[in-house]
């Protein structure tokens, strides 16, 4: 809501055009904190000032840029951090998102007084632009959400909707905009409205930070490939067609799906075009990745991992629905998180120490590691040993890697849903390995799963998804051969069994690198037996931490079989109540808002 208007407030800086650029000018930019409590500051003395719409947007527009720098210097406190965000780093992301909408209330204002003055449509320019303003930061708001994954805040898409109707109604959504940003090539409203669209559609919470912002960039070159259009029932049978419905405040959904009714202002976003572009691009990537990527080196859509590319394909091509029935289920589970973790709880505690390739290190896989947003399947990082660094060294003694309970919310034969207890975490994202087992039964084999999305509820807790890649696996080495010699040393890496009656073929968990389809391999289940030579046929999956394979090992196959039948049947690692993590809830998400800023200013 548009801020009432306070006449006893005195702006710090007097409101005219030539005092806010001067002040501007002489903003300290370089220090991040002082400049943020100066911005915001003024941002609340605009919204409580009684100004002409003229006046308060030409300061809206000299202001803007300042915005746009600050946001992006805050945003290294909360983006791709190697470990939990602290109760600080929290606050900022909230900082952020508050600067964000004090600007947007500026240009609302500006629409309300041009409304007010039925000039909508005779001042064009100022119209069209400061819906165009309203609608980018309002994206921008949503973006800062789904990197903590997060729901969008109420009311956030019927505001969306709103605004796109208002331009649509008076001609404006295809109208350009002045001063568009440099960084962000959106041409007008249209445009706007359909990346907003299009982020959402893309499942922004199955994604890891680093790749919902590649996908962010890859928008801006896709908007031409996919079209907006009232919404017929003929949509209802096309995969790639998702409504709108402009009455509510719903995201965007698949058009297939049954429960969705359309309404006389529904909408339909056609992304049939654009997968059949993303398909190409694929098609180019998986024939010459070197040569593709060098001849598109200015276009964002090769610039995105393949793994990345092909997840996009399918759940814009593919009818995706749930084969099994969850059922609701109390209880805890105990889980570890990323691969590491995973093979040393199946493995007894064991320490990874195949013919001291590896000297029982946990630090490194021995690999050139070089592409910064490529997590290492056995890198392991401080914060999994421990949420609280005070502790590492203790926890160490006990566990090389920490373990977790979550409250279990449903189940089925093929996966999970699990709630963090507490306000606290560690940092995990979706894509990684994660093994789990009943708290109460000790007994019980640990299944390995992946994390396929992240989302904290309405009550802050986070809820992760969990997609069952095997009831039970077998800890193995696995090594690289090239010409009958090794050409890495040994790797961790799981063997999972086939299960028939879940769909589930006899496949291996592998580090990214260097493992590929046609791969010759060692695999190694202790020290004292011989390596058993094998190669990886078919990728089933591939995740930004481990690769999938189906593999053939000819006539030793039976020797694996046994080490899994004996797995499945073997007790798990014993785990005491001492040495669960349970949160305390001291990096609580939850702060009081009328001091929520006072103690990062410093740390800015």
Request: net charge negative; hydrophobic share 35%; with cysteine.
């Amino acid at each position: 809501k548009i801020p009432k208007k306070n006449s006893s407030v005195k702006p710090s800086v007097e409101l005219n055009i030539e005092a806010i650029s001067e002040w501007v000018h002489e903003l300290p930019m370089s220090d991040t904190g002082v400049c943020t409590k100066m911005l915001f500051n003024l941002l609340k003395e605009i919204n409580s000032s009684e100004l002409d719409y003229n006046l308060r947007f030409e300061i809206a527009e000299v202001i803007k840029p300042c915005i746009h720098s600050i946001g992006l210097a805050l945003k290294k406190h909360y983006y791709n951090q190697n470990s939990a965000l602290s109760k600080k780093q929290i606050a900022i992301s909230r900082l952020s998102i508050a600067l964000f909408i004090e600007l947007t209330l500026i240009y609302k204002d500006i629409l309300d007084g041009l409304n007010s003055s039925g000039k909508i449509k005779s001042d064009k320019i100022t119209a069209t632009t400061s819906i165009f303003r309203i609608m980018n930061h309002t994206r921008l708001i949503l973006q800062v959400k789904y990197l903590l994954y997060e729901a969008a805040p109420e009311n956030l898409w019927q505001e969306i909707y709103t605004l796109y109707s208002l331009a649509k109604e008076n001609g404006l959504n295809t109208a350009e905009s002045i001063n568009q940003l440099a960084y962000e090539p959106l041409k007008n409203i249209e445009d706007s409205f359909k990346k907003t669209l299009l982020i959402a559609v893309s499942n922004p919470f199955q994604w890891r930070q680093i790749e919902q912002e590649s996908i962010s960039k890859a928008t801006n070159e896709w908007l031409t490939h996919v079209s907006i259009k009232m919404f017929t029932d003929d949509d209802k049978k096309n995969i790639g067609s998702y409504a709108i419905d402009l009455n509510t405040d719903l995201p965007p959904s698949p058009a297939i799906l049954e429960k969705f009714v359309p309404s006389n202002n529904s909408l339909c976003l056609n992304t049939i075009n654009l997968n059949n572009s993303i398909g190409k691009v694929l098609f180019e990537l998986e024939s010459n990745e070197i040569r593709a990527r060098t001849k598109h080196d200015r276009e964002p859509s090769y610039s995105l991992h393949i793994p990345t590319l092909q997840k996009l394909y399918i759940n814009w091509s593919t009818n995706i629905s749930r084969a099994n029935t969850r059922f609701a289920l109390g209880g805890k589970m105990t889980i570890a998180i990323g691969a590491p973790a995973a093979h040393y709880y199946i493995s007894g505690k064991k320490e990874f120490n195949i013919d001291s390739n590896l000297s029982g290190s946990s630090a490194s896989n021995g690999l050139s590691m070089d592409t910064s947003d490529l997590p290492t399947f056995d890198m392991v990082s401080s914060d999994t040993l421990s949420m609280d660094d005070s502790s590492v060294e203790e926890e160490t003694v006990h566990d090389i890697f920490a373990n977790f309970q979550c409250e279990t919310i449903n189940v089925s034969p093929t996966g999970s849903c699990l709630r963090w207890l507490g306000d606290s975490h560690p940092a995990i994202e979706p894509g990684e390995i994660i093994c789990m087992r009943n708290t109460e039964m000790v007994d019980e084999q640990w299944g390995i799963g992946v994390i396929r999305w992240l989302k904290h509820d309405e009550n802050n807790s986070l809820k992760i998804g969990i997609q069952l890649l095997g009831p039970y696996a077998k800890p193995a080495g696995i090594q690289l051969i090239k010409d009958d010699e090794s050409a890495s040393c040994y790797l961790r890496s799981l063997i999972l069994p086939e299960v028939e009656s879940l769909n589930m073929k006899r496949t291996i968990i592998t580090p990214v690198l260097p493992f590929k389809i046609g791969s010759v391999i060692n695999l190694k289940m202790n020290d004292s037996e011989e390596p058993i030579k094998s190669e990886l046929l078919v990728q089933e999956d591939q995740t930004s931490y481990y690769k999938q394979f189906e593999y053939k090992t000819g006539k030793n196959q039976g020797v694996i079989d046994k080490a899994l039948e004996d797995q499945s049947v073997a007790k798990g690692a014993d785990i005491s109540d001492e040495e669960v993590k349970v949160d305390d809830g001291k990096l609580s998400r939850k702060s009081d808002p009328n001091d929520e800023f006072d103690n990062i200013w410093d740390d800015l």
